[in-house]
């Protein structure tokens, strides 16, 4: 079954400590890969889109890249306010158009 | 530009009542969907709205209906509730114009429902 994969699950770091999340999925035929921030007690916050394996995207702390099989949501020098979940979903266009959200990356940046 | 409006954002059930929650998409946002959020299962697909039709539904049981308004706006309704509805309900807008990719959703602020 079609599957997008997030890990870790949580990562706690020291402010200034770089680190990427990934999201790794299984759906053929991918049409395109979005990144998410999610704030407590909030919806969901659009980051990125990535349509092709090679594609590279930035905005200011954050940098997400795509392969065949994974994305990676790089973060440089995070600061406390980068703390979130992250999400990650594929469109999966064989099976009715839908958007799939994989179940995140609790980030936490201590000060 | 306002964004996606949701009411209630809070609200208490009792098991076996129903429960409607309204979603207002951004202005010239014709497709809305619906997801339910839970901490073990996360972001799980309801349904989509786009130009008062139902595109697409998730694995959920037809206690879970929604419709779309010509403006628009959507509604979802829960009937019979269950304790394991309690979750997070969050509606997204795109702009969706009938092309194959979606593009990207904004979402709302959710409805939080408890159900005791």
């Known amino acids: 079954e079609d599957q997008v994969t997030q890990s870790p699950e949580a990562l706690r770091l020291q402010e200034g400590e770089s680190s990427s999340l990934n999201c790794s999925y299984t759906?053929?035929?991918?049409?395109?890969l979005f990144w998410y921030r999610q704030d407590p007690g909030k919806g969901p916050e659009f980051l990125f889109t990535?349509?092709?394996a090679g594609e590279e995207k930035e905005k200011e702390r954050l940098k997400a890249t795509l392969t065949k099989k994974e994305s990676f949501l790089h973060i440089t020098a995070p600061k406390p306010e980068d703390s979130a979940t992250y999400l990650c979903?594929?469109?999966?266009?064989?099976?009715?158009?839908?958007?799939?959200f994989g179940k995140g990356t609790r980030l936490h940046i201590l000060p | 530009k306002a964004g996606v409006t949701q009411t209630p954002r809070y609200l208490i059930k009792t098991r076996g009542q129903q429960v409607t929650l309204s979603c207002s998409p951004i202005?010239?946002?014709?497709?809305v969907s619906w997801y339910q959020q839970t901490p073990g299962q996360g972001l799980q697909f309801l349904f989509e709205y786009f130009s008062e039709t139902q595109r697409n539904k998730g694995n959920f049981p037809g206690r879970f209906s929604g419709r779309q308004f010509s403006n628009s706006r959507s509604e979802m309704n829960v009937s019979t509730l269950e304790l394991g509805d309690s979750a997070l309900y969050l509606c997204?807008?795109?702009?969706?114009?009938?092309?194959?990719?979606?593009?990207?959703?904004?979402f709302g602020e959710g409805s939080r429902l408890t159900v005791l």
């Open positions: 202005s010239g946002h014709r497709s």
């Open positions: 759906v053929s035929g991918l049409r395109g």
């Open positions: 990535l349509y092709s």
């Open positions: 979903a594929v469109h999966h266009p064989w099976r009715d158009d839908k958007i799939i």
């Open positions: 997204a807008s795109s702009f969706y114009s009938g092309d194959l990719f979606p593009g990207e959703l904004f």
